[in-house]
T-cell receptor, first 112, second 116 residues
């Protein structure tokens, strides 16, 4: 089944403790991206990747890192999480940057 | 910068009604427009994708139209059911100036409740 898989689905962590949210797609898509969703603000893009080893900032990249060492994986790294990064995070992929987007099930992150 | 607006923000209707959700975008330079459904605390499920060269797409009881020149898209839901209750999001895949990169810009959604 074609899908985008995120892990974990839920995470509670403490301020400053490094964490990684994984994202994997099995559709051989080139374009992958991360979004955060906050009440009243909607979905905002954090980072995106055009292909392996090609990444760039979205609208709200501060406090986040990404890597794209393999085509199927696009992990989101929070080196030193803070409470303002408490949010619902989504990974998405598409064949290329201008085609249909497929989303993962989301990761609800709480930073205390 | 592309801005996407959805009206209404919330809608509550009795079962069986036909309804229309509206989406507007400020820049007509788009590759496509995509409608999603989001259930509470869940991911986004793609409903319909309309390419910029198309006028409408249909899937079951759903019909989406696109008028690029006026910057509008509508999602029509026929014979609504309680199972249609969810938040509906539209997203415009905008063409970034000076590149071929397409970025998704989301509206804030319409929260639909269909009661029996």
């Amino acid at each position: 089944e074609a899908q985008v898989t995120q892990n974990p689905r839920y995470l509670i962590t403490v301020t400053g403790k490094k964490l990684t949210v994984t994202c994997s797609q099995n559709m051989n898509h080139e374009y992958m991206s991360w979004y955060r969703q906050d009440p009243g603000l909607g979905l905002r893009q954090i980072y995106y990747s055009m292909n392996v080893e090609v990444t760039d900032k979205g609208d709200v990249p501060e406090g986040y890192k990404v890597s794209r060492k393999e085509k199927r994986n696009f992990p989101l790294i929070l080196e030193s999480p803070s409470p303002n990064q408490t949010s619902l995070y989504f990974c998405a992929s598409s064949l290329v940057s201008n085609t249909e987007a497929f989303f993962g099930q989301g990761t609800r992150l709480t930073v205390v | 910068k592309q801005e996407v607006t959805q009206i209404p923000a919330a809608l509550s209707v009795p079962e069986g009604e036909n309804l229309v959700l509206n989406c507007s975008f400020t820049d007509s330079a788009i590759y496509n427009l995509q409608w999603f459904r989001q259930d509470p605390g869940k991911g986004l499920t793609s409903l319909l994708l309309i390419q910029s060269s198309q006028r409408e797409q249909t899937s079951g009881r759903l019909n989406a139209s696109l008028d690029k020149s006026s910057g509008r898209s509508t999602l029509y839901i026929a014979a609504s059911q309680p199972g249609d209750s969810a938040t509906y999001l539209c997203a415009a895949r905008a063409i970034d100036r000076g590149s071929t990169l397409g970025r998704l810009y989301f509206g804030r959604g319409t929260q639909l409740t269909v009661w029996p």
